[in-house]
């Protein structure tokens, strides 16, 4: 089967509906194609010493770029009007909701389209599952949640729009009725995880999620918060087997063992916004005539989008119902999981089907991000955990759980797992049970954000951490290091890492550190000069990547040696780009000078077909569905979860050692006039060096020259591939010219030449087995921070004085953007500590009126900029890269706790821990 690479990735889906997606090229060139990539071939790449970023000069000159950034005269082909919308949403969910009063847009503010839900139903739109709820809230009900829309208002001229908008901010349109209370939803999920270690480190394990299974309660009260206690009845006997382990632990807890020491604490943690950069932001044209809805969009699961919106229209009237839909990305000017799975696309989409033949712009402002973008979730925790006296080690360990998930489900039951599995973070712990539940409320929507729910729980566990070693008189890195768990050992959930554990490198940082080794000498000094000085330390653990990733890339190199690189990947300030090319770049010799991320449309020579949810199905039917050679468990999947060295950068790893194998390396023992069996032909002799590929006593070769021969020869010049990822990689073989090649892939399809793309059929392809699905997390990174701060008696101004953060991330792809990375989780911890919090409910954003007026984010003038210092430990021999965008934030929280209790006595329970509260308790 042949197809060209211009081709779309198209599929017809039960609706009928084509789809098409791509990533949006500048605007200024005449149309979306691959040859639109940046940094483009006859622009200034900042990449090619490896040291720069491919994306970076349209960042820094301003160049369209970013989603928002375009208006329809900006797009080739379009109408040059653009026509503006706004969502009106509700800032009450305690009464039932009356309608509209629009009598305050008079004239030229009135709106020309109005869209609520009635409009929804009469035009047969679907919302799709994962976004159960009414997109609009009907008249005659309680809003879902504060913050739910009620209706769009669509303008054909920006100032009138701009006009309106000001007038809503003040005089509210939403009527209420008749006082209810707030809507009581179903939880978001409840889980319990229970692990009891054998008699040795070496034996099994007497009960744990991967040997038993992962449990859920069977009862639930009024509310919705589960009935945790082992109930004496017939059904549900895994969890009363589970449930009766953890009350053995607790009961344990409970006891009054002298030998044992015993802590039991609550800790909370608050609400946050993401605070990224851009607002939410899209654009859209429905073509009546064509029945084409063309759409641009920034967000980080560009695949989830574009089929919510086929679902959303899939069954409409036939005059909402496009023939056509093709969704163009732009970058994402910032993510942090705020722009995962997020409904917004699906009002974008509605604004251009009500307004048809007219581009329609629907773009928050600072005021309705807050109202309504995702948010981190608040967590209630109590944790009880009992250490030998005598040894110093922790000996069992009892968790529960409550996460405010807000108004719709998103990642609220994803969030509490990974939460709950980081809730013994680098220890080894041999009785665990813990408990958690996401529930529904009327707060604005909680989801993915950086940390995942293993921010909070490694948090109040890493304070109650210092609490012991402090109660034991224990020096808290010697406590850490006794307990850390060791290379081998088992998480909570029962299985092991499949990467390196660096836990004794780290603490041994953190301990020889001067941060560290001065802190007496540094609080006596601080008490001469009428200041509290305090050292606080932390060392934690954070998984990367899930349980149903996707890696989908092409690679090409054309005659003259340039480097082309397509991945369905999305930029949201991570730098895959640049990660992209210089993984490439290890196997090929140069650096790509044209790379397209959140794109599919490139794939379609292989031919993928997925048909389940990789989640939900058995073992039974993933090896039955596996032999059509074009199935896979999924096509592709968001980017998120520190994962874009680790998954973004796989396939495309892949499909360059393939071109390097069978296109460069033959045609280089050509150009030396060796034989394969020649001994100086072996790979291992070889590297590339400045562009050229050298050899001992051979001639060195450059990179062109080597990619001209390949073309003539007929070899391999380009390859494209897809794998998947369930916490371990697919793999398969596939015949390359007469070899039988084995790659971490489930998908290929190569070039020869200047050829077409030709899909290979795969043997023995191995996907991950489903029982992976019961890990807890198999890959990992680890970071340790240290800080000092200076505390004013009088004020309670608190000043970080030093700060040390030493992480592991594997094989660094670009260490310059690691860097920045760390150090950007360092600003967003300390806000998170000192600074950021939005109240939950009718004072919180869903009012609407919050803006950067009340919410305060880290400044400069917060953060140790001179005195802040990242180390990167070197990777282990033949290490792959690993995430650490998440890990780098986690430790900085709790350290800064440590830190102000060391500095003051004062232990700390909430989040954030501001001014006024110092103050108030140094009085």
């Known amino acids: 089967m042949r197809t060209t690479r211009r081709e779309f990735a198209k599929f017809i889906a039960a609706s009928g509906i084509a789809l098409s997606l791509s990533r949006l090229a500048l605007a200024d060139e005449p149309e979306f194609d691959v040859r639109e990539t940046l940094p483009g071939r006859k622009n200034w790449n900042p990449a090619a010493t490896g040291r720069g970023r491919i994306d970076a000069a349209p960042k820094v000159t301003g160049a369209k770029f970013y989603a928002s950034d375009f208006r329809a005269v900006d797009l080739p082909g379009w109408p040059s009007r653009t026509a503006h919308a706004v969502l009106v949403r509700a800032p009450d969910a305690t009464h039932v909701y009356a309608g509209l009063d629009l009598s305050h847009l008079t004239g030229v503010l009135k709106p020309s389209v109005v869209v609520t839900a009635s409009d929804l139903k009469r035009i047969r739109a679907q ?57 009581v939803g179903k939880n978001y999920g409840a889980f319990r995880f229970t692990r009891v270690a054998g008699s040795t480190p070496d034996a099994p394990d007497i009960h744990s999620p991967l040997k038993d299974g992962w449990v859920s309660p069977g009862f639930f009260k009024k509310n919705q918060e589960p009935v945790w206690k082992r109930l004496p009845v017939p059904t549900g006997q895994a969890y009363v087997k589970a449930a009766s382990y953890g009350e053995k632990i607790r009961a344990e807890l409970r006891g009054d063992n002298p030998s044992l020491l015993v802590l039991d604490r609550e800790f909370a943690t608050q609400s946050v916004d993401p605070m990224f950069l851009e607002p939410e932001c899209g654009l859209a044209w429905y073509d009546a005539k064509s029945k084409e809805l063309a759409l641009v969009l920034g967000v980080q699961s560009p695949y989830e989008a574009a089929g919510s919106i086929e679902t959303l229209l899939g069954k409409a009237r036939a005059n909402f119902k496009p023939k056509k839909i093709n969704a163009h990305f732009a970058a994402v000017g910032g993510g942090f999981g705020g722009r995962d799975h997020t409904p917004f696309p699906l009002y974008v989409a509605l604004a251009a089907m009500f307004l048809p033949g007219q581009p329609v712009r629907l773009a928050h402002d600072r005021y309705q991000q807050f109202q309504s973008g995702i ?248 090896d039955s569905l596996k032999r059509n050679p074009r199935w896979v468990p999924a096509i592709s999947s968001s980017s998120a979860a520190s994962e874009g060295a680790h998954v973004g950068t796989h396939a495309a790893n892949e499909a360059a050692r393939i071109i390097f194998q069978f296109g460069l390396w033959p045609a280089a023992l050509d150009l030396w006039g060796l034989s394969a069996t020649d001994p100086r032909a072996a790979q291992s002799l070889a590297r590339w060096e400045g562009g050229q590929l050298v050899a001992p006593g051979l ?109 592991e991330c594997g094989k660094p792809l670009t260490p310059e953007i690691v860097i920045g990375q760390a150090q950007g989780g360092f600003a967003m911890g300390v806000g998170y500590t000192l600074l950021e919090s939005l109240p939950p409910y009718e004072d919180g954003p869903g009012n609407g009126q919050w803006n950067l007026d009340q919410y305060t984010v880290a400044r400069g003038s917060n953060l140790p900029l001179q005195a802040l210092e990242i180390e990167m430990l070197p990777p282990l021999p033949n290490e792959r890269p690993k995430g650490m965008a998440e890990v780098v934030m986690i430790p900085v929280v709790p350290a800064l706790l440590n830190a102000i209790f060391d500095a003051t006595g004062r232990r700390f329970n909430s989040l954030p821990v501001t001014q006024s509260m110092l103050k108030e308790a140094l009085t």
Request: glycine share 10%; aromatic share 8%; hydrophobic share 40%.
């Open 127 to 183: 919302v799709p599952g994962y976004y159960a709820g009414d997109l609009f809230c009907p008249v005659g009900k309680t809003p879902l949640y504060l913050g739910q829309p009620v209706a769009l208002l669509i303008y054909e001229e920006f100032d009138h729009y701009d006009q309106a908008r000001t007038v809503l901010r003040d005089f509210h349109p939403a009527k209420f009725g008749k006082e209810t209370g707030p809507v």
């Open 375 to 622: 948010k981190r979730h608040p967590f209630k925790i109590r944790t009880r955990i009992g250490i030998d006296k005598s040894s110093g080690k922790i000996t069992a360990f009892a968790g529960d759980h409550v996460l405010d998930g807000g108004g719709l489900a998103n990642f609220s039951a994803s969030v509490a797992v990974v939460g709950a599995n980081g809730a013994i973070g680098v220890y080894d712990i041999p009785k665990v049970d813990i408990t958690t539940v996401a529930l529904h409320s009327r707060a604005v929507t909680a989801g993915s954000m950086r940390g995942y729910g293993t921010l909070q729980t490694m948090t109040a566990l890493e304070v109650l951490i210092d609490e012991a070693a402090s109660t034991l008189g224990i020096d808290p890195i010697d406590f850490r290091r006794r307990n850390a768990l060791k290379p081998g050992g088992r998480t909570l959930a029962g299985n092991t890492y499949a990467v390196s554990v660096r836990t004794p490198e780290i603490l041994e940082k953190l301990e020889r550190h001067p941060i560290w080794r001065q802190r007496a000498e540094e609080k006596a000094r601080g008490g001469q000069k009428g200041v509290l000085v305090g050292t606080g330390v932390a060392c934690v653990t954070k998984d990367y990547g899930g349980i149903a990733d996707c890696s989908l890339s092409s690679v090409e190199i054309d005659q003259e040696g340039r480097i082309s690189i397509y991945s369905d990947q999305v930029e949201m300030g991570n730098g895959i780009g640049t990660a992209l090319a210089n993984r490439v770049a290890a196997h090929l010799g140069g650096v790509a000078d044209q790379v397209l991320v959140a794109n599919i449309k490139a794939f379609s020579a292989l031919e993928l077909v997925a048909s389940v949810d990789p989640d939900k199905m058995d073992q039974k039917t993933q």
């Open 699 to 807: 001639r060195p070769l450059p990179l062109s020259e080597i990619a001209a021969k390949a073309h003539a020869k007929g070899g391999v010049t380009a390859a494209m591939g897809h794998s998947f990822c369930r916490w371990a990689w697919s793999r398969a073989t596939f015949d390359i010219h007469g070899h039988p090649w084995a790659a971490e892939l489930d998908a290929l399809a190569i070039r020869e030449g200047a050829g077409d793309f030709i899909r290979l059929d795969r043997k023995n392809v191995e996907f991950p087995p489903m029982e992976n699905l019961r890990f807890g997390s198999s890959y990992t990174s680890l970071c340790g921070t240290l800080v000092r701060v200076e505390i004013e008696r009088a004020s309670g101004a608190l000043r970080i004085a030093k700060a040390y953060s030493v992480f």
